[in-house]
């Protein structure tokens, strides 16, 4: 017994910040991720304890107060880039190893520090998404942009331009800039009867449902029209809120689609079958970095130093869902994949 009980390592807190409001989408899949982590990593040293920071910069620097007051040394976020902003120095000043899993924001880029990020950054992305539009070969495109996420969709929209006008500089581009806590989407009207558009991309991240109405109400006035949205807004409520628009949209994905990859095929129906609920794409990567952790810590890396120089070492991490690879600062570069049948995604 005395033998036994020397060998039962001490459980290791991570922090999970993300929206937990009642009936969010985010925090549901999220939580269901945790326990598919737990389910299949039984003998992990990892304990997790969530925190409700709402995707609001206000209540994420509250939900850091609480960790910092638990003094829990590592964490994952999964919340918008103007969120991250807002404790990045905090968690650098308390060197408390942070994996994000949402954040594309470039003020994180490529810096020696405590932030580690399992998604590439906006630059990365927006040129992928910049490149796929070029080639539709639209003569004009609209941006409906939301400025309520604005250190993602302004810095999104620079790096998107920059490399369109680099692709296809002769297409005509009109922004129109909207906030999505509050709109009235007849504000719309003008901006959709003006002209044809040949693409529509709505620049709207963080898991907002406005996103699929307003592919919907734009489909009413220009069905011709290609909709482009942006990786965030992978899940199945995007599906309901757009209707017939969803089967003229396009949705850039860190995943490719669960029809091809028998990986992505497993874990999505594992959290449908046994927990009820639609996966969203953060909630794959909130997976893969609990896999992340898990490897460090029984590799003995058990401090923020000490996970981040055995992370950072390697070439290749493998991970259930896929490999990761970081760079010297440890920001990662993905395939970018463009699924056509949103609806088949979501059983």
């Not at 959290?271 to 639609?278: A, K, R």
Request: charged share 20%.
């Amino acid at each position: 017994m005395t033998f036994l009980t020397s060998c039962i390592q001490p459980s290791i807190q991570v922090a999970l910040l993300t929206k937990l409001d009642a009936g969010s989408i985010i925090g549901t899949s999220e939580i269901a991720a945790v326990k598919e982590f737990e389910r299949t990593h039984p003998n992990s040293r990892i304990q997790i304890i969530p925190f409700d920071d709402g995707w609001d910069p206000e209540r994420t620097k509250q939900a850091y107060k609480e960790v910092q007051n638990m003094n829990i040394q590592f964490l994952i976020t999964s919340h918008t880039s103007t969120c991250a902003i807002e404790i990045a120095k905090d968690i650098n000043l308390d060197k408390r190893l942070t994996i994000i899993a949402g954040a594309t924001t470039t003020v994180l880029s490529d810096k020696d520090d405590y932030i580690l990020r399992i998604i590439p950054d906006l630059n990365q992305e927006q040129a992928v998404i910049a490149q796929k539009i070029s080639s539709l070969q639209p003569k004009k495109l609209l941006i409906i942009r939301d400025l309520s996420n604005s250190g993602y969709t302004i810095p999104a929209q620079e790096a998107f331009l920059t490399e369109l006008n680099r692709v296809s500089p002769n297409i005509t581009v009109r922004t129109f800039d909207f906030d999505a806590n509050q709109f009235n989407i007849e504000e719309l009207d003008p901006v959709l009867q003006a002209e044809i558009f040949n693409v529509l991309y709505l620049l709207i991240g963080g898991y907002k449902n406005i996103a699929g109405n307003i592919a919907q109400y734009s489909y009413q006035f220009q069905p011709q029209s290609t909709i482009v949205f942006t990786p965030w807004m992978h899940n199945r409520e995007l599906v309901n809120s757009a209707g017939p628009a969803i089967n003229h949209a396009l949705l850039p994905s860190l995943f490719p689609s669960r029809k091809i990859d028998p990986k992505i095929e497993a874990y999505m129906s594992a959290l449908e079958t046994n927990f009820h609920v639609s996966p969203t794409i953060i909630s794959l990567k909130v997976y893969q970095a609990l896999e992340l952790l898990d490897q460090a810590f029984k590799a003995k890396a058990v401090t923020p130093d000490q996970a981040k120089k055995w992370l950072l070492s390697k070439k290749i991490l493998s991970t259930r869902l896929g490999t990761i690879t970081f760079n010297a600062f440890g920001e990662t570069i993905e395939d970018y994949y463009f699924i056509t049948d949103i609806s088949g995604e979501f059983h």
